[in-house]
């Protein structure tokens, strides 16, 4: 505990260093969220939206959401989408990371290959998911068209579910490398001890997956579900550009919504309101990891 | 790591090619993109689609840099411009609040640790109306300035939680030692520590400018003139006013994507640290 101590100064001159960054995110986020709370529970048109007063409304914004079908429908969508995601990213981001934890010659650098989905502009992604998936030239459909499994062209982007489905898939690349990676990195932190021990002891490959694979990394799995829930749950851009949350709302996503309320339809009431159900739902996730994340910070 | 045994022989050359066909599996998307962008717009729509260029054009890249209405370098220029100054904001405030946060103790710290935390799950959705009104009482709606402030909000936090970690790395020892040379604090932090944890400022710099680069709803939504207009935002419009000139849109979307090629090539290293160490330990 002593030699703890003395790692650090206390002393609140640290502060100073520390300072320009906080005022800064408080000025430009800190603000915003409390401003964002506060049109909430106005009545905030085009008309009053930079000058002018706005009437308080209290609750109203909320209620109305209450029996807005378009509100329902993006919250279950966003639910949906969140969790289809997170099941398949998860799933081959893993086995990708089993499969690259082998020590064979590309192993490291086609790994590091496969991250750059995780790095191209979402909107880029979602071109060229919209290009995969067109209807008369898609490649997509020409090879299931090939492989006899459809006669006529998937209008995959205009119909409601297909339309789901394609989003979900372009989510899913993007999310692939972050799991692998980060998966990668936690199964470095197993001693190849414990697997030399098991396989003395005669355990097979499941039994030590399951034994020691999983329970060892079930921080790193915490951290990346929970991550991979915050990231995927607050889809924008990707939404917005593959779909614009259509055919007919059926792909609106909680964020998609609000921008449409507040940017399109000028109703930066009600918008502002959806984004703080997205918010509110985050947070409480948020919370989770924050624990999970500062459990062995020390005081 | 390295006493362990490497698989050779046969079964490397199989795993070796299994990887392989994994990744033309994976980034076929991408592989996609680059071919379309060079097809004529009547072999993109040939039935069976051709898996590689028969005939090569180069037009659609022209094309866009001819025409002034979408100019493809005037928006890539803006989202330099954008994603540097970005950048170069979160460096800035980020590399000294690392700093404090690894080596002082002081009141309010976990407080302002958590509160940077809690700023890299919010949503744009709940930034953009109070931004947007906020902007435009600052006078700076409409021009770069807007997308650059935004776009820092989201290099900050990041860089602060992996700085963290750099600084705290960092041995007293190399600190006190400074001291006893009779630097200043200050000078200490600028002449020691900010050299030591430069790897760690290289990985803030470069993920602050490609969250930025890949920024649209701040762009789109700050700023109304296209010809000010990053470039995602630009591939938007296209995308709304060109449907399905399909040649267009994806040398649009590949000229987006070099800035990130050329970080993905050389800087490697930077980027599976950037991406991992953000996660794993607030």
Request: net charge positive.
């Amino acid at each position: 505990m002593e030699k703890l101590k003395k790692r650090f100064r206390y002393d609140n001159a640290g502060i100073l260093f520390v300072l320009p960054a906080f005022l800064y995110m408080l000025v430009f986020v800190g603000y915003p969220i409390v401003r964002n709370l506060i049109v909430s529970v106005q009545d905030v048109n085009a008309g009053n939206l930079v000058r002018g007063t706005k009437h308080f409304v209290w609750f109203e914004n909320y209620r109305e959401l209450l029996g807005d079908s378009v509100f329902t429908t993006s919250l279950v969508n966003t639910l949906r989408y969140t969790l289809l995601c997170l099941v398949f990213q998860f799933a081959v981001g893993f086995a990708l990371a089993l499969f690259f934890s082998k020590r064979f010659s590309f192993a490291r650098p086609v790994r590091g290959i496969l991250l750059a989905p995780w790095m191209i502009p979402v909107t880029v992604t979602a071109l060229m998911f919209k290009l995969l998936f067109a209807t008369d030239i898609g490649v997509l459909n020409y090879i299931l068209r090939s492989l006899g499994l459809i006669e006529k062209n998937i209008e995959w982007l205009t119909t409601p579910e297909t339309a789901m489905f394609a989003l979900i898939c372009a989510n899913v690349w993007i999310g692939i490398p972050f799991n692998m990676i980060l998966i990668s990195t936690g199964l470095t932190t197993i001693p190849k001890e414990l697997y030399e021990s098991a396989s003395i002891d005669g355990a097979n490959r499941v039994q030590t997956f399951f034994k020691i694979t999983l329970p060892l990394l079930r921080p790193t799995i915490e951290s990346v579900l929970i991550l991979g829930f915050i990231y995927t749950f607050k889809v924008y851009d990707l939404v917005y550009v593959m779909t614009s949350g259509g055919p007919v709302n059926s792909t609106h996503m909680l964020s998609t919504y609000s921008y449409k309320l507040s940017f399109e339809m000028f109703k930066y009431s009600k918008g502002s309101a959806v984004a703080n159900v997205l918010l509110l739902i985050l947070m409480a996730v948020g919370i989770l990891y924050i624990k999970a994340t500062t459990k062995g910070e020390e005081e | 790591m390295d006493e362990e045994k490497k698989i050779s022989g046969k079964k490397n050359m199989i795993l070796c090619a299994v990887s392989v066909l994994l990744l033309c599996v994976l980034l076929f998307p991408l592989y996609w993109a680059l071919i379309t962008s060079l097809k004529t717009e009547q072999e993109i729509f040939r039935n069976p689609p051709t898996f590689y260029p028969h005939v090569l054009n180069t037009q659609s890249y022209a094309a866009q840099v001819e025409t002034g209405d979408f100019n493809m370098f005037r928006s890539f220029a803006n989202s330099f411009l954008i994603s540097m100054g970005a950048a170069l904001i979160a460096v800035i405030l980020a590399v000294p609040a690392s700093y404090g946060i690894a080596k002082y103790r002081f009141k309010g710290r976990k407080v302002m640790l958590l509160s940077f935390l809690v700023t890299q799950m919010l949503p744009v959705s709940v930034l953009l109306t109070p931004m947007f009104i906020m902007f435009k009482n600052m006078h700076v709606y409409n021009t770069w300035i807007s997308a650059m402030l935004a776009d820092a909000t989201i290099g900050i936090p990041f860089s602060i939680l992996i700085l963290k970690n750099y600084f705290a790395s960092i041995p007293k020892d190399l600190e006190e030692a400074a001291y006893l040379d009779g630097c200043g604090r200050f000078t200490a932090f600028v002449r020691v520590l900010i050299p030591i944890a430069r790897p760690g400022v290289m990985v803030c710099a470069i993920f602050s400018f490609l969250y930025a680069w890949g920024d649209l709803a701040y762009g789109m939504t700050f700023i109304l003139d296209q010809e000010k207009r990053p470039i995602t935002a630009g591939i938007f419009n296209f995308m709304g006013q060109y449907g399905t000139k399909w040649s267009y849109l994806t040398a649009f979307a590949v000229v987006t994507i070099i800035p990130v090629a050329l970080i993905f090539i050389f800087m490697q290293k930077y980027i599976v640290s950037g991406m991992t160490s953000g996660a794993v330990k607030g």
